[in-house]
T-cell receptor, first 111, second 116 residues
Framework: SQKIEQNSEALNIQEGKTATLTCNYT??????LQWYRQDPGRGPVFLLL?????KEKRKERLKVTFDTTLKQSLFHITASQPADSATYLC??????????FGKGTRLHILP | KAGVTQTPRYLIKTRGQQVTLSCSPI?????VSWYQQTPGQGLQFLFE???????NKGNFPGRFSGRQFSNSRSEMNVSTLELGDSALYLC???????????????FGPGTRLTVL
């Protein structure tokens, strides 16, 4: 069956450390993978998009990798700050014109 | 540039009623998508409208419908409400034109629907 899973419901990371979030999928062949941030009571905010032929993408303190063989994307936040605390969603942009979101990982950066 | 706006922000209805939610996309965006978000199921795609036509549809019953106007504003309607329809309904607009590539989506703040 088709699944998209984000490693854990919640993740606690000490301030200043690197937070790594995982997005795994099975039986999909996405053309793109996107990461969004969602704060309580708000809609998701786009962070990064990575294409199937790209291995890595960076934006400031954010880094995304995409391994189509492992069917996995890793999302890293370096030098994490309490303001990075939020829910992070991955989304698969599928070839059949559909987009599928993971349920998200709640990240808590502890001061 | 103004962001995506959704009205109303909160809504309480009873079972059997119907509801209409409204979304105004970012100026210039012709693609508007609707999503339902619940704690159990996460963010689920309802449908996408582009130039007043439904271009894509998720796996939701026919009670969920929508439309888009010539100014790209979109409405979503849910008829015969059920308790399980309680959720955050999010609208997202995109500059996407061609099918097959979603691009970056800009989400509104959502409408919190509670069905009693």
């Amino acid at each position: 069956s088709q699944k998209i899973e984000q490693n854990s419901e919640a993740l606690n990371i000490q301030e200043g450390k690197t937070a790594t979030l995982t997005c795994n999928y099975t039986n999909y062949s996405p053309a793109y993978l996107q990461w969004y941030r969602q704060d309580p009571g708000r809609g998701p905010v786009f962070l990064l998009l990575i294409r199937e032929n790209e291995k890595e993408k960076r934006k400031e303190r954010l880094k995304v990798t995409f391994d189509t063989t492992l069917k996995q994307s890793l999302f890293h936040i370096t030098a994490s700050q309490p303001a990075d605390s939020a829910t992070y969603l991955c989304a698969l942009d599928l070839r059949d014109d559909k987009i599928i979101f993971g349920k998200g990982t709640r990240l808590h950066i502890l001061p | 540039k103004a962001g995506v706006t959704q009205t109303p922000r909160y809504l309480i209805k009873t079972r059997g009623q119907q509801v209409t939610l409204s979304c105004s996309p970012i100026s210039g965006h012709r693609s508007v998508s609707w999503y339902q978000q619940t704690p159990g199921q996460g963010l689920q795609f309802l449908f996408e409208y582009f130039s007043e036509t439904q271009r894509n549809k998720g796996n939701f019953p026919g009670r969920f419908s929508g439309r888009q106007f010539s100014n790209s504003r979109s409405e979503m309607n849910v008829s015969t409400l059920e308790l399980g329809d309680s959720a955050l309904y999010l609208c997202a607009s995109s500059s996407r034109r061609d099918r097959g590539v979603y691009n970056e989506q800009f989400f509104g703040p959502g409408t919190r629907l509670t069905v009693l």
